[in-house]
């Protein structure tokens, strides 16, 4: 029995591919923390966890390898913006924490899905955020923009990472910036993000139109091990997000980072 399993998949624009496959007669597994919001998606099978924590996506990766041992797709949706900085109770800085190291782990830790299609944020030509090498959990001057952008810009460098280690593997790993779509955008906003918010909310894309780029990859995933679209036309990773440098880079610190927290 193959699955989907989709993070974020109680809302937004991971709920919409939830009911999309279920209505295919996919087995679904979706992952986030609102039993409520997971009952609307009754066919759906529902991890509940909270995401921003390592010892929660560990237990998530053990009980998907476990149940569901071929995954067709992994699909990284789940976010939250906070304005104001948040540290989770393991010591990392919110945004850090639940929208790229969780992508980290899961992308590094279920065993073999064919393609995984991580929903964030890279554009053509520009860096899409800067990573604080020096202060990656945002402990100086904390912006919840920046560190939704630093987020995304390690999301970039994350595929490239994970292109290298497993390019002679099965798995094909997409980054996909779906555009403005009109969905929940989970988070605790100050007034001015939240009338930026609303405005994204009025104009954005409907949310059937904002997922068909992420179901045609998961359909037809690209031949190359690293492929990157915004919403549906490819990236060349010949630009600044994809230097190969910063991502091993980063690959080396998330996995200090995570040894630091083990002992
Ligand atoms: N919407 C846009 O305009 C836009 C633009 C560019 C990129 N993106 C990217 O597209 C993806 C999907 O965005 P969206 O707008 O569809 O999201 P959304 O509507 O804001 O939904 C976010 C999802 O994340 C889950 N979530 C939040 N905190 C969690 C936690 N601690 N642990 C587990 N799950 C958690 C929520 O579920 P629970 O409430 O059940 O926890 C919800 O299912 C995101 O990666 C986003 O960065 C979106």
């Given at each position: 029995m193959t699955a989907i399993v989709i993070t974020g998949g109680t809302d937004g624009m991971g709920r919409a591919l939830a009911r999309t496959y279920l209505d295919r007669g996919d087995t679904v597994v979706i992952v986030g923390r609102d039993p409520a919001k997971a009952a609307t998606l009754p066919d759906a099978h529902f991890i509940r966890a909270d995401l921003s924590l390592v010892a929660e996506n560990r237990r998530v990766i053990e009980e998907i390898n476990e149940r569901y041992p071929a995954v067709r797709a992994l699909v990284l949706c789940a976010r939250y913006f906070r304005s104001?900085?948040?540290v989770t109770a393991e010591g990392f800085e919110g945004t850090f924490a639940l929208d790229y190291l969780s992508r980290f782990l899961l992308s590094h830790g279920l065993d073999r899905p064919r393609v995984i299609v991580n929903v964030s944020g890279p554009a053509p030509g520009i860096p899409a955020g800067r990573i604080r090498w020096n202060d990656l959990m945002l402990e100086r001057g904390y912006d919840g923009v920046a560190a939704q952008m630093q987020a995304g810009r390690a999301n970039d460098l994350l595929g490239v990472a994970f292109a290298r280690r497993h390019a002679a593997g099965p798995t094909r790993?997409?980054?996909?910036?779906p555009g403005p779509v009109s969905t929940s955008f989970a988070g605790e906003y100050?007034?001015?993000?939240?009338?930026h918010v609303a405005g994204l909310k009025r104009y954005g894309a409907p949310v059937d139109d904002g997922i068909k780029p992420i179901i045609a990859r998961v359909d037809a995933p690209p031949a190359e091990p690293l492929s990157a679209f915004l919403p549906d036309a490819r990236i060349s990773l010949d630009n600044p997000s994809f230097v190969?440098?910063?991502a091993g880079r980063l690959d080396d610190l998330t996995r200090r980072l995570l040894r630091s927290r083990d002992n």
């Open positions: 104001t900085r948040f790993y997409v980054l996909i910036n100050d007034a001015a993000t939240a009338a190969p440098g910063d």
